[in-house]
C-alpha cells in the first residue's frame, strides 16, 4: 500500500493554457474525491466518484473543469483555459467505503501556478 | 450553509505546554466532526473524529469533544511535542457515518519549540 498518488507535484502553466492532473488511489479504494486548496484556506471540496460513476460535483466546478475515473481506479482531473485564479494546491483523496464508514485517505496534492 | 469556524493561528507554544485549538461549526441536521493534521510535506491524515453529541474523539494524546449544546469541537491536547508541530484542519460532514463534501476551517498552524 503506497498511499495516494497525485501527479505532478507541481505545475507550472501560462495563463490560457490547459493542465492535466492525474491521481492514483490506494488500490480496492472505491471512492475518491478532488479538493482545491488556496493559500490560507481549508480545502474545498470538488467532485468525488463511487468507482467509475462521479456522483457530485461542487458549483466550483465551473464547466472549465472536468473530472473522470474511467475504469474506477486512476482519475484525472483537467482544466481547461486556465485563469490566474486557479492557482491552488489540488488534493485527491480515496477511501473504501461501507455502510455507514468511511476514512479518507490524502495525497500529497498538485500544486498549479498560472502566470 | 455548513461552515466550520476555528481559531486564528499561527499558534507558538513550547514543549510539554498544554494545547487548545477552538472549533465552532454551523450546520443542519447531526453533522460528523474531525481533526484532520497535515505535517509539512505531507497530506492530510485523520487525526480524530466524533459521529453524535457528547462523543469524545481521541488519538497520539489528543482529544476533542462533540459539544451540541455549544455547536463545539475544541482540540486539545495536554503536553505537546516539537513532533506536533503542524497544520490542523477542523472539519465536518453532514453525511452520517460518511465523508462526502466535508467542509473544512482554514486551519490553525501550530509551531512546538523545544
Known amino acids: 500500500d503506497t498511499g495516494v498518488s497525485q501527479d505532478p507535484r507541481h505545475k507550472i502553466t501560462k495563463r490560457g493554457q490547459n493542465v492535466t492532473f492525474r491521481c492514483d488511489p490506494i488500490s480496492e479504494h472505491n471512492r475518491l474525491y478532488w479538493y482545491r486548496q488556496t493559500l490560507g484556506q481549508g480545502p474545498e471540496f470538488l467532485t468525488y466518484?463511487?468507482?467509475?460513476?462521479?456522483?457530485?460535483k461542487s458549483r466550483l466546478l465551473s464547466d472549465r473543469f472536468s473530472a473522470e475515473r474511467p475504469k474506477g481506479s486512476f482519475s484525472t482531473l483537467e482544466i481547461q483555459r486556465t485563469e490566474q485564479g486557479d492557482s491552488a494546491m489540488y488534493l485527491c483523496?480515496?477511501?473504501?467505503?461501507?455502510?455507514?464508514?468511511?476514512?479518507?485517505?490524502f495525497g500529497s496534492g498538485t500544486q498549479l501556478s498560472v502566470l | 450553509g455548513n461552515s466550520v469556524t476555528q481559531m486564528e493561528g499561527p499558534v507558538t507554544l513550547s514543549e510539554e505546554a498544554f494545547l487548545t485549538i477552538n472549533c465552532t461549526y454551523t450546520?443542519?441536521?447531526?453533522?460528523?466532526l474531525f481533526w484532520y493534521v497535515q505535517y509539512p510535506g505531507e497530506g492530510l491524515q485523520l487525526l480524530l473524529k466524533a459521529t453524535k453529541a457528547d462523543d469524545k474523539g481521541s488519538n497520539k494524546g489528543f482529544e476533542a469533544t462533540y459539544r451540541k449544546e455549544t455547536t463545539s469541537f475544541h482540540l486539545e491536547k495536554g503536553s505537546v511535542q516539537v513532533s506536533d508541530s503542524a497544520v490542523y484542519f477542523c472539519a465536518l460532514t453532514s453525511i452520517q457515518g460518511g465523508s462526502e463534501k466535508l467542509v473544512f476551517g482554514k486551519g490553525t498552524k501550530l509551531t512546538v519549540n523545544p
Open positions: 483523496a480515496s477511501s473504501l467505503f461501507w455502510g455507514n464508514n468511511e476514512k479518507l485517505f
Open positions: 466518484f463511487q468507482n467509475e460513476a462521479q456522483l457530485e
Open positions: 450546520a443542519t441536521g447531526y453533522p460528523s
